[in-house]
T-cell receptor, first 114, second 114 residues
Framework: AQTVTQSQPEMSVQEAETVTLSCTYD???????LFWYKQPPSRQMILVIR??????QNATENRFSVNFQKAAKSFSLKISDSQLGDAAMYFC???????????FGKGTKLTVNP | NAGVMQNPRHLVRRRGQEARLRCSPM?????VYWYRQLPEEGLKFMVY????????ESGMPKERFSAEFPKEGPSILRIQQVVRGDSAAYFC????????????FGQGTRLTVV
């Protein structure tokens, strides 16, 4: 079974600085997708960024970018120019191609200090 | 275009009562997924439904839990004879195809069993 591991239960960053959240996963499949979701205190799950495994280019969405290392099964999220509104739980998730299930990590709580 | 709507946001039940959680997918989405989030944990897949069909219920507990997605109306997650261990946040997501494209999540229902 696929597993997703987020080894940092909590992280903190100064406003305007850059922070990287780690995620590793385990799979024997070649066709899959990886996601980062943000969960603020409102509990709403918000998709931050998505990466298709067959794409070598790392996904980028404004201040959010990923470092996808397929051989190492690593999928880290970099947040640049951190803002107070970035404070939230961040979940890494795996979705196998052709499967409907998403497998989530346990999350990383990000605090942004003013 | 309204997002995924879940109600109620909060639900309190006494042990032994029934809990009914509702999810209205986004307009045009015919795929619904239910996830459960225990405290300090990531989301865990429970069940995947299409209209009038349960496609994958491999994450559902064998007893007391059931789900439906009728032709008309919202998807319902039903928990009979609730126990304290059922206390969790229950999330619904919908997608036009499957979550590997993009799954949109509702704000969740927090169930508290007293």
């Amino acid at each position: 079974a696929q597993t997703v591991t987020q080894s940092q239960p909590e992280m903190s960053v100064q406003e305007a600085e850059t922070v990287t959240l780690s995620c590793t996963y385990d799979t024997s499949e070649s066709d899959y997708y990886l996601f980062w979701y943000k969960q603020p205190p409102s509990r709403q799950m918000i998709l931050v960024i998505r990466q298709e495994a067959y794409k070598q280019q790392n996904a980028t969405e404004n201040r959010f970018s990923v470092n996808f290392q397929k051989a190492a099964k690593s999928f880290s999220l970099k947040i640049s120019d951190s803002q107070l509104g970035d404070a939230a739980m961040y979940f890494c998730a795996y979705g196998q191609g052709g499967s409907e299930k998403l497998v989530f990590g346990k999350g990383t709580k990000l605090t942004v200090n003013p | 275009n309204a997002g995924v709507m879940q109600n109620p946001r909060h639900l309190v039940r006494r042990r032994g009562q029934e809990a009914r959680l509702r999810c209205s997918p986004m307009k045009g989405h015919s795929h619904v997924y239910w996830y459960r989030q225990l405290p300090e944990e990531g989301l865990k897949f429970m069940v995947y439904l299409q209209k009038e069909n349960i496609i994958d219920e491999s994450g559902m507990p064998k007893e007391r839990f059931s789900a439906e997605f009728p032709k008309e109306g919202p998807s319902i997650l039903r928990i009979q004879q609730v126990v304290r261990g059922d206390s969790a946040a229950y999330f619904c997501a919908s997608s036009p195809i499957h979550p590997n494209t993009e799954a949109f999540f509702g704000q969740g229902t927090r169930l508290t069993v007293v």
